[in-house]
């Protein structure tokens, strides 16, 4: 992908990460814009977490370029920290914090912030400000965790298998209220292996397979182009991906 565009939030170049003998991201160039939902996906174990780790910084890289919002997330951490919200996958939390002392204490760092009484309504969550964290549900903890992350109200958010754990009803309601931050003009950096989740929400994503980009482009794009292997939708072009033992990269149209 080419990465001099103006309005882009978070431009990766060439990145590369290794854990000992393991190259888990293998030269991975990225670029998102504003305003866009972009979904990263591959197999498991692909390298997307770690991606998504070293484009906030929170990894240490060993090649390549980040900005996130114009800065070295490594470097410019304060910079970026109160502009970006993020959800981790299996987010921790200290396990006798109870849900609203978190939703206060995380409120609490930020100079501005959405209403969280009014988003744990919205997540289904108004009746637990006192319940302890430990004694939520999975999905409750899931939810949870997203909605520490926009609180900030973040201009760029990263969300890591956001609906894994939810019921149909709170995937549906947590892609709509993605939605809306998209329409408030917020940039999504989303990581799923829910093919149709991201058919649905994503205008542009990238499939890794063994921390290489395998295909790019916009899910319709995609669709389009593996058309003639049989290809109807994202889940047929991500399996169609997987099975091929080389891959030739699908340059997204910009
Ligand atoms: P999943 O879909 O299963 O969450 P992923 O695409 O997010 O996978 P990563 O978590 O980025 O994949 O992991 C990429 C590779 O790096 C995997 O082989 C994983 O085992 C390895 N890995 C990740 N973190 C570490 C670590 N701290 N030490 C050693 N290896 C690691």
């Not at 504003?34 to 060993?62: P, Q």
């Not at 201009?155 to 931050?181: A, H, I, N, Q, Y």
Request: charged fraction near 30%; glycine fraction near 10%.
């Amino acid at each position: 992908m080419n990465c001099e565009h103006d309005d882009e939030v978070l431009s990766v170049r060439g990145l590369r990460k290794t854990y000992g003998k393991l190259t888990a991201v293998d030269g991975i160039d990225l670029a998102v814009r504003r305003g866009e939902i972009f979904g990263l996906l591959g197999a498991n174990g692909a390298g997307k977490s770690t991606t998504v780790e070293c484009a906030l910084g929170v990894k240490k890289r060993d090649a390549g370029t980040v900005s996130l919002l114009g800065h070295d997330p490594e470097r410019e951490r304060k910079r970026v920290f109160a502009r970006v919200g993020v959800q981790f996958q299996a987010t921790r939390f200290q396990d006798k914090l109870r849900v609203g002392e978190a939703c206060g204490t995380t409120a609490a760092l930020y100079p501005k912030t959405r209403d969280w009484r009014e988003l744990l309504e919205r997540f289904g969550l108004g009746g637990m400000v006192h319940r302890g964290i430990a004694d939520l549900s999975g999905g409750e903890r899931q939810k949870l965790a997203v909605l520490l992350a926009v609180l900030p109200e973040p201009e760029v958010l990263f969300l890591d298998e956001l609906t894994t754990g939810l019921d149909p009803v709170s995937r549906r309601e947590m892609w709509s209220f993605l939605k809306g931050l998209r329409a408030e003009g917020v940039t999504v950096v989303l990581t799923s292996h829910y093919m149709e989740e991201v058919e649905y929400l994503c205008d542009r994503v990238a499939i890794l397979k063994n921390g290489k980009i395998a295909l790019s482009g916009s899910p319709a794009e995609l669709i389009a182009s593996e058309a003639g292997s049989g290809a109807k939708n994202l889940d047929d072009v991500f399996v169609s991906a997987m099975n091929q033992a080389e891959y030739s990269f699908a340059e997204a149209s910009r």
